[in-house]
């Protein structure tokens, strides 16, 4: 009999798609994704047997509608574990989450349809051989000798997701081919470094200092672009075109040595619009992907019709561009996933040039695993990764390189010598008693352009209020949509050229490369990594006469943000306050002492604050905890719920996108919600709720109904004036 893989509306087959047909296009998909890191073999048999559990009567009888649900999956995890030993295990484990996720056993096919996995075989194989000639077991796996457990479950998320990208992009084949062939266009690396090297050609700059030094830094950057790939570290002071000149380094690296793309990650999403928008315009906007997404969109794939209305979903999830501008958390999240729908995306991480911009925002609870998936990265999956920061992540002492064994290849050797160019702000620390909010008003209105950066929304919110009816006073925090951010950012900009009162009061989220530039600039207390980034904001093109200034205040307790790793950094720059010098507190020298201090006090909890790690390493006799060691990776201590607000959007458009999130969600509908997104907490969306504030729409999404709760000049507030989303701190 004819078995098969997908079944279509036709009752009579004739459009079916036959399983030899899917297995053999998946198999050949897969060895193609893994060969970049030389397990294509062992991909293309994991693929080749996936869905030998179709080979049923019961699977077919349940694409004709007959039964309801099959189980199919731990038949080929079954398959793989009995008869390719030890690298059959791993295939086992990716072929049984392929509908889902990554668990600890390959499952037990007897718990779920009649008869055990012999009666299948012994039913089954006599139709399986002719059609379905299944090799033998391709070579021996190589891993870390030090880490072996950590080496083990990244190879198999790695195979988990060849298989699972192949599987989804032949089906794809099968259902849409249009669809399919058009993911396969899009210009080379040579050809976006061509494109860069035309936009800095086109760019004009006044020959200032600061653009000099920019510019030996870009061609510094350009020169090493030739070594071979590795790790490598630059070093730039804030304001000095890093993020430009890390990209010509990757697009001319990765050409030089046949890389395959570059991934920028950064710390916030409020930043990754505009570094998006610059990249675009640099290398054009069909080589970029921006990867964000707030919304939490569980879809799961229960039946095999889902694909067919869902899978434009995946567009931005298996990274299929050649620039890809993402956040640390979905990249390091992603990595020690064990969800389908994140894992998708990793077998297109190898063979890049990962660029990790303001890397010391890096948790140091995560240091350890996190350097170890990068090590694997580099090792074993040819990768080039670049500690891209105006700071230093990683202090330059050698305990320091033992524990975390990475030697960066400095691509600025002296990053010192371009301090003079840079050295365009005076700090005055005033952080011995607590400024009050009343004097810290007085002296913002003091200032006709002063930018005054607080640690939480609530401190930045009650300032902007007493400051409300002051001339050009501008709120700016997460509680506004990205939208909004947008539009206030192009306000606060042509004011300050034009020289008119402009006074700015924001949450860190300016310090993350927003390109603004002010006289003066106040800064609530915080770490020095902080500090510096607040001082990148001010005198930023270095054209005042006099140096810039940047006061360093201690808040009242509503503006201290007192717990974890901020309240941590926070102490330590208190400390350095009062035992030093604080004449050079921005120079290289001093960010490296204050990052040693700092990772020597967290040295108590090794850098790997779960003990990750050593959790890996019990890996070796078999038992591999992905749903465990998931939950152990998220970066943001809060989670948040996506709520959508109507700003500046006409009615029309909003009635059409209200009719777009009735229906089947896609990735156009994502991109088109995601600049009109606020992230609330779980306690002010409940809140919400219960006063039918908000209202669902879809499955999905939760739009704002009451647009009295959403401002111009303060974004979204809570049900009351000082309730609890002013309190979370998120960027």
């Not at 990962?354 to 948790?363: K, N, R, Y």
């Not at 998936?373 to 080039?384: D, F, K, Q, W």
């Not at 989220?509 to 106040?522: Q, R, S």
């Amino acid at each position: 009999m004819e078995y098969y893989a997908h079944s279509t509306k036709r009752d009579d087959k004739s459009d079916w798609q036959l399983l030899r047909d899917h297995l053999t296009g998946s198999a050949i998909i897969a060895r193609e994704f893994a060969e970049v890191f030389n397990v294509g073999d062992h991909a293309y048999v994991c693929a080749l047997i996936h869905d030998l559990g179709k080979y049923q009567i019961e699977f077919q009888l349940r694409l004709e509608g007959k039964i309801s649900q099959v189980e199919h999956a731990t038949i080929g995890a079954q398959w793989a574990a009995k008869f390719y030993g030890e690298a059959g295990l791993y295939m086992a484990l990716a072929i049984a989450g392929h509908h889902g996720h990554l668990s600890e056993t390959v499952g037990d096919p007897g718990s779920n349809k009649p008869g055990t996995l012999e009666s299948h075989l012994n039913r089954c194989f006599p139709e399986i051989v002719p059609e379905l000639p299944l090799p033998e077991m391709p070579g021996e796996l190589f891993f870390d000798l030090k880490y072996p457990g950590f080496s083990k479950a990244f190879y198999i998320r790695m195979l988990y997701s060849a298989l699972c990208d192949a599987d989804c992009l032949d089906t794809e084949r099968f259902y849409d081919h249009k669809r399919y062939e058009s993911r396969l266009r899009s210009p080379d690396m040579d050809k976006l470094a061509f494109r860069i090297n035309r936009f800095y050609d086109n760019l004009e700059a006044e020959p200032t200092p600061i653009n000099r030094a920019r510019d030996e830094i870009l061609h510094r950057c350009l020169r090493m672009s030739i070594k071979p790939p590795g790790f490598f570290s630059l070093t730039v002071p804030t304001g000095g075109g890093k993020t430009l000149s890390s990209l010509a380094f990757a697009l001319h690296h990765a050409g030089m040595h046949d890389l395959r793309r570059v991934i920028y990650t950064m710390p916030y999403t409020s930043v990754i619009e505009q570094n998006a928008d610059t990249f675009r315009s640099a290398v054009g906007s069909d080589a970029v992907l921006e990867h964000h997404s707030h919304f939490d969109m569980d879809f799961e794939i229960d039946s095999e019709d889902d694909i067919v209305s869902g899978d434009d979903r995946l567009a931005a999830e298996n990274w299929d561009k050649p620039v890809v501008v993402t956040t640390n958390m979905e990249f390091f999240e992603s990595l020690f996933s064990s969800q389908k729908k994140r894992c998708r995306k990793l077998h297109n991480i190898a063979k890049s040039v990962i660029i990790l911009d303001e890397a010391q925002a890096i948790p140091a609870g995560y240091l350890k695993p996190f350097m170890a998936a990068l090590r694997e990265l580099v090792n074993r999956y040819g990768c080039s990764v670049v500690l891209c920061t105006a700071t230093q992540p990683i202090p330059k002492e050698q305990k320091w390189r033992d524990l975390l064994a990475i030697e960066p290849d400095e691509i600025i050797d002296d990053p010192g010598q371009f301090s003079p160019a840079f050295d365009r702000v005076d700090v005055r620390i005033i952080t011995r008693d607590v400024l009050h909010d009343d004097k810290l008003c007085a002296r913002i209105i003091s200032q006709k352009q002063v930018l005054c950066i607080v640690n939480t929304r609530k401190h930045a919110m009650l300032l902007s209020r007493d400051l409300e009816h002051t001339e050009g006073v501008y709120h700016l925090s997460t509680c506004m949509c990205a939208a909004h951010r947008r539009e206030l950012m192009a306000v606060i900009r042509q004011r300050i050229l034009s020289g008119m009162s402009c006074r700015v009061i924001s949450t860190p989220l300016v310090e993350a490369g927003v390109d603004v530039d002010f006289p003066v600039v106040y800064r609530a207390l915080a770490g020095l990594d902080s500090i510096t980034q607040a001082a990148g904001r001010c005198n930023r093109e270095g054209k005042q006469k006099e140096k810039g200034l940047l006061y360093v205040f201690r808040p009242e307790s509503h503006g201290a943000f007192d717990r974890g790793w901020h309240l941590q950094t926070r102490q330590l720059f208190d400390q350095i306050v009062k035992n030093g010098n604080n004449s050079d507190i921005l120079s290289i020298p001093s960010l490296d002492r204050y990052f040693s201090e700092l990772y020597e006090q967290d040295k108590s909890g090794q850098l790997d604050k779960y003990d990750m790690m050593q959790s890996y390493e019990a890996a070796v006799d078999g038992i591999f905890k992905f749903p465990q060691w998931d939950r152990m990776v998220r970066l943001v201590d809060v989670n948040t719920y996506t709520v959508i607000v109507p700003w500046a959007v006409p009615k029309k458009r909003w009635n059409h996108l209200k009719q777009r999130m009735e229906g089947s969600p896609d990735v156009q509908l994502l991109r088109d919600l995601q600049p009109l997104t606020v992230q609330v907490t779980p306690w002010d969306f409940k809140a919400m709720q219960t006063a039918k504030k908000i209202s669902s729409m879809g499955r999905f999404f939760w739009i704002l109904s009451d647009r009295k709760l959403y401002s111009y000049r303060y974004g979204l507030k809570s049900s009351e004036d000082d309730g609890g989303l002013l309190d979370i701190y998120i960027t």
